[in-house]
């Protein structure tokens, strides 16, 4: 779970994430990826190409590892 500062910030993520799941967009980049939270629901969503980009590479291992728990390839 990604923090939210405020409810109606959380809801709009859960909204996008659910969308990009659904629509599938054949390709993503994900600036500022922090979890890969995004670019993970376009995995599961089947998109062809993701790229998570962050200048933080301890941010980018949690992303891999959040990919790991719900069973995708980073």
Same mark, same amino acid.
């Given at each position: 779970?990604?923090l939210?500062?405020?409810? *109606?910030?959380?809801?709009?993520?859960?909204?996008i994430?659910?969308?990009?799941? *659904?629509h599938?967009?054949?390709?993503?980049?994900?600036?500022?990826? +922090?979890?890969?939270?995004?670019?993970?629901?376009?995995?599961?969503?089947?998109?062809?190409?993701?790229?998570?980009?962050?200048?933080?590479?301890?941010?980018?291992?949690?992303?891999?590892?959040? +990919?790991?728990?719900?069973?995708?390839?980073?």
């Amino acid at each position: 779970m990604d923090l939210a500062f405020t409810p *109606e910030e959380q809801q709009f993520r859960e909204d996008i994430r659910a969308w990009v799941r *659904e629509h599938g967009p054949h390709c993503v980049l994900n600036t500022f990826a +922090y979890t890969c939270a995004f670019g993970l629901n376009a995995t599961l969503g089947k998109a062809q190409t993701v790229k998570n980009v962050d200048l933080s590479r301890k941010v980018l291992h949690w992303g891999q590892e959040n +990919y790991s728990l719900n069973g995708a390839r980073a």
